[in-house]
Nanobody, 123 residues
Framework: QVQLVESGGGLVQPGGSLKLSCAAS????????IAWFRQAPGKEREGVSC????????YYADSVKGRFTVSRDNAKNAGYLQIDSLKPEDTAVYYC????????????????WGQGTQVTVSS
């Protein structure tokens, strides 16, 4: 069964950090780009970051550049999103998604999605 499972979310104070994980099962992440999206309450889901199959191409949304770091460990069949200097506006459900080889800015291009992990930034 093909599955993506996010973990690592939680409640954190402004300025804090979290590391989100995206674990794949039922398929090998080696062949896939891994993207991270988020959806805040009352807002549309938006792209946050993406790392291509071999990690040679990485994208970040302007709102997270310098604070978020995407990575992958193909040996562990997992992807990661390190989130630093968290702001209240980062509060959202974070999703990972995959598509073959290259990143895309179209959410419809992604084949597999996780169920999401909640990140709440509040004092």
């Amino acid at each position: 069964q093909v599955q993506l499972v996010e973990s690592g979310g939680g409640l954190v104070q402004p300025g804090g950090s979290l590391k989100l994980s995206c674990a794949a099962s039922g398929f090998t992440l080696d062949y896939y780009a891994i993207a991270w999206f988020r959806q805040a309450p009352g807002k549309e889901r938006e792209g946050v970051s993406c790392i291509s199959r071999f990690g040679g191409t990485i994208y970040y949304a302007d709102s997270v550049k310098g604070r978020f770091t995407v990575s992958r460990d193909n040996a562990k069949n997992a992807g990661y999103l390190q989130i630093d200097s968290l702001k209240p506006e980062d509060t959202a459900v974070y999703y990972c998604a995959t598509r073959r080889v290259y990143c895309s800015d179209s959410q419809r291009q992604y084949d597999y999605w996780g169920q999401g992990t909640q990140v709440t930034v509040s004092s």
